[in-house]
């Protein structure tokens, strides 16, 4: 049963108090008993009560603009479906524009992915082989025009909550955010997650796990991917922080400087290791925990390579050729 808005409106009002509405159905209903978009209640239904279940759309709204002249106007967003709503100041509840909810109760044998809401845009080609232009499957917006400095009330442009969780979960098919990118093999994406912003503005956590005191298996999990470059690619110049709180603040880092070209571990007292692209290591301090003392002058050995005991320091001077020196008190 394939109906358009118009259909489904004029099947939804009972023959003795229709009312005639044209577009955009700008005649109220409200209160008048009869169902309507400016009045309650609107109940679509698909096999309510019995009735055969009807595989089709149970409101469907086509738009067709394929050889519409024009193309619409700069900048203008065309709605195929808009609910607009507005709170009260003193709104004690949840107010929800649209809201998609499913009863699933299908067996894991019947293999059936249900979906509580799905947006897919097809990126199809132009008549003329030109690129097809930028396509957006889901967009989210949470605009802050109150004007508030440091508002203290959210303004999340998408939340993922996943309920009912008890106990561990073994197989981890509990996912709160999973992005799954290529459904056909050989598909290549660009970027599986990335933050970015215009210019001038600032983002102050690109990744946080925000409350302090939550528990986490793993941080950043790369164990189950095989990377043709870098698993992690950091800019010259930028750092690892490695003792950092809540807030950002930290007092040892690991970082590249790109001015003499040397891995550094930084920390308040100033840097502690740093070894250059030739190979020099500079150190604060060197502790030979693990020596490996060699049993004779020709015990295997790589040159360079070092030991101690409490009578001599060890130096192999070239493969498995040893030389050693006394140590003495003073």
């Not at 209160?31 to 309510?48: A, D, I, K, R, V």
């Not at 649209?98 to 799905?118: D, P």
């Not at 925000?210 to 992690?232: E, Q, R």
């Amino acid at each position: 049963m394939k109906l358009s808005l118009t259909l489904a409106l004029a099947l939804l009002t009972s023959p003795a108090a229709a009312q005639t509405l044209t577009l955009p159905f700008s005649k109220s209903v409200a209160n008048s008993g009869q169902p309507g978009l400016q009045g309650m209640p609107l109940f679509l239904s698909n096999s309510f009560g019995g009735a055969t279940f009807d595989d089709r759309a149970t409101l469907r709204v086509d738009r067709d603009v394929e050889t519409a002249s024009g193309g619409g106007k700069p900048w203008w967003t065309y709605k195929a479906f808009w609910a607009n709503t507005t709170t009260s100041y003193v709104s004690p509840g949840f107010e929800w524009t649209i809201t998609g909810e499913l009863n699933n109760r299908s067996r894991k044998s019947a293999n059936a992915q249900n979906v509580a809401v799905n947006g897919t845009a097809w990126k199809k080609p132009t008549d003329n082989g030109e690129e097809t232009g930028t396509t957006w499957a889901g967009n989210f917006n949470c605009v802050d025009q109150t004007g508030k400095a440091s508002p203290t009330t959210s303004c999340i442009a998408l939340e993922l909550d996943i309920g009912g969780v008890v106990g561990p979960d073994p197989n981890r098919q509990r996912v709160l955010s999973h992005a799954g990118g290529g459904g056909e093999p050989g598909s290549h994406v660009a970027y599986g997650y990335m933050v970015s912003t215009s210019q001038g503005v600032t983002i102050d956590r690109a990744f946080s796990t925000a409350n302090v005191g939550s528990t986490f298996g793993i941080g950043l999990d790369l164990a189950g991917a095989s990377f043709s470059g870098a698993a992690i690619l950091m800019a010259p110049g930028q750092w690892i922080g490695l003792d950092g709180n809540a807030d950002g603040k930290f007092s040892r880092f690991l970082g590249f400087n790109p001015a003499d070209g040397s891995l550094t571990y930084m920390t308040s007292s100033g840097p502690m290791m740093r070894i250059a692209d030739d190979g020099a290591a500079y150190v604060g301090r060197l502790v030979e925990t693990i020596p490996h003392v060699p049993a004779s002058s020709i015990a295997p050995c790589v040159t360079g390579e070092r030991a101690w005991d409490q009578s001599y320091e060890y130096r192999c001077i070239a493969p498995n050729r040893w030389k050693r020196a006394v140590l003495s008190d003073w």
